[in-house]
C-alpha cells in the first residue's frame, strides 16, 4: 500500500507553520507532555524480533515520562506498511509512535512507499544478527551440508524467512544470488511466523533474526547452522558459527558484518523539541540499564549503544546506505534508486 501523500511536502509544510508560530511556542507545548496515552504502531507481530525488543522498552520508558499508559497496537499488515502509514496520519504530538523494524531500511526502494529515514526521528535500541536454522531432526549438522543438498537438488529444498523486502528475506536472495544457491522461498507475515512454519515442517530451513527463535534454540528444538557475524558468537548457551566460515572469499560479508535487524521506536521528525528531549531522556535512562540488559541477553540481542535520536538518526541513515547497497547493487531488487531517493551510496 503506497502512500497517496507527498510526506516530505507535508512535513516542510509542518514544519513552516510550527516557524510561524514561534519555537517558544512549541516548548511550552511539551512541557505538560505527556498527558493521555501513547499509542505504538508495532510494524511487526507478536513474538517476532520487533516485538520483544520494543514492548519492554516502552514499558520501562512509561515511567520515566509519567505517561498514564503506552499500549501496543499491532499494525503490521503489509509488513509494517499500515504502521508507518498510521504515524504519519497522526499529529505531530508525541502520542503516537512506530515500533519500529526494518521496512524503514528498505520499503523505499522496493517501492512500497515514499518514506525513508528522514522522514522520522529514531531511537533505535538493538538488534539481533541473521541466522540459518534448521529443526532438531533436521537431516543437517552443519552449514555444508546444507549448502550441498541445494546444490544436490537446485529448486527442491526450502527456506522460510520474513516479508520480501525486510532484511531476513534480502539476505536469503543474498545467498540465493551471491552464491549460486537455488531453493525455494516462503515469506512470512514475520520473525515468529517463520519460526513456527519451520518447526511445524513446512520448510527445510529458515533464514531469520535469532530473536524470534531463541527459546526454541535453548530448548534444542532448532539448531544453529550459521550467523552474520564476523566471529564465532556463543549465545543462549549455544555456538553460533559465523557465515564468513562457509564463504571466506565473499568481501561483502567481510566489509560489513554483522548484519542485524534494527528495533526501537520513532515518531515523526516534526514533532517538537521539547517532547523529543523527554524522550531523549527516558531513552537514556532504561536503554542501556540492568532490565534492558537483561533483555539483550535473553533474546540474543546484540545492542548498539545509541542514546538518543541524534545518533540514532545518523545510524539508520549508515543502515540505509547499506540495505541500498544490498538491494540496488548485489540483488537487484530495488524498484526505486538509491540516486532518486536521495540515499547517499557506500
Same mark, same amino acid.
Given at each position: 500500500?503506497?502512500? !497517496?501523500?507527498?510526506?516530505? $511536502? /507535508?512535513?516542510?509544510?509542518?514544519? &513552516?507553520?510550527?516557524? *510561524? @508560530?514561534?519555537?517558544? =511556542? ?89 518514506? !525513508?529515514?528522514?522522514?522520522? $526521528? /529514531?531511537?533505535?535500541?538493538?538488534? &539481533?544478527?541473521?541466522? *540459518? @536454522?534448521?529443526?532438531? =531432526? ?89 550467523? !552474520? ?118
Amino acid at each position: 500500500m503506497k502512500s !497517496t501523500v507527498n510526506r516530505r $511536502d /507535508f512535513i516542510a509544510g509542518s514544519l &513552516t507553520l510550527g516557524a *510561524v @508560530l514561534g519555537t517558544p =511556542a512549541l516548548v511550552r507545548a511539551a512541557t505538560d507532555w505527556p498527558t493521555r496515552p501513547i499509542t505504538v504502531a508495532m510494524t511487526a507481530p507478536a513474538g517476532g524480533g520487533t516485538d520483544r525488543g520494543v514492548r519492554p522498552l516502552v514499558s520501562l520508558m512509561k515511567d520515566k515520562l509519567g505517561a498514564p499508559r503506552i499500549s501496543i497496537q499491532d499494525m503490521s499488515s503489509a509488513g509494517g506498511v499500515q504502521g508507518t502509514n498510521w504515524v504519519h496520519s497522526q499529529p505531530a504530538d508525541g502520542y503516537a509512535w512506530l515500533g519500529s523494524g526494518d521496512q524503514i531500511d528498505t520499503y523505499a526502494m522496493m517501492g512500497r512507499y515514499d518514506y !525513508t529515514w528522514r522522514d522520522f $526521528d /529514531f531511537w533505535m535500541a538493538a538488534g &539481533t544478527p541473521a541466522t *540459518v @536454522l534448521v529443526p532438531a =531432526a533436521s537431516p543437517y549438522k552443519t552449514m555444508e551440508e546444507l549448502v550441498a543438498d541445494i546444490n544436490k537438488r537446485p529448486g527442491e529444498v526450502t527456506c522460510a524467512t520474513t516479508p520480501s523486502g525486510t532484511g531476513w528475506s534480502i539476505l536469503a536472495t543474498y545467498l540465493e544470488k551471491a552464491h549460486d544457491l537455488k531453493f525455494r522461498a516462503a515469506n512470512f507475515s514475520g520473525g515468529g511466523p517463520t519460526v513456527r512454519g519451520l518447526l511445524a515442517g513446512e520448510t527445510d530451513f529458515a533464514v531469520v533474526g535469532l530473536t524470534p527463535a531463541a527459546a526454541f534454540v535453548k530448548s534444542g528444538e532448532l539448531r544453529v547452522l550459521a550467523a !552474520t557475524v564476523p566471529e564465532d558468537w556463543n549465545t543462549l548457551g549455544v555456538t553460533a558459527p559465523s557465515l564468513l566460515k562457509f564463504f571466506p572469499d565473499d568481501q561483502v560479508m567481510k566489509d560489513t558484518f554483522p548484519w542485524t535487524n534494527a528495533n526501537g521506536i520513532a515518531l515523526r521528525p516534526d514533532t517538537p523539541d521539547g517532547i523529543k528531549q523527554q524522550v531523549d531522556d527516558a531513552f537514556a535512562a532504561v536503554v542501556d540499564g540492568d532490565e534492558m540488559r537483561q533483555v539483550y541477553e535473553d533474546n540474543a540481542y546484540f545492542f548498539f549503544g545509541l542514546k538518543g535520536h541524534t545518533d540514532s538518526n545518523a545510524f539508520m541513515k549508515k543502515r540505509a546506505e547499506f540495505w541500498g547497497y544490498l538491494l540496488e547493487d548485489v540483488t537487484g531488487l530495488a524498484k526505486v534508486s538509491r540516486e532518486k531517493l536521495g540515499i547517499t551510496k557506500l
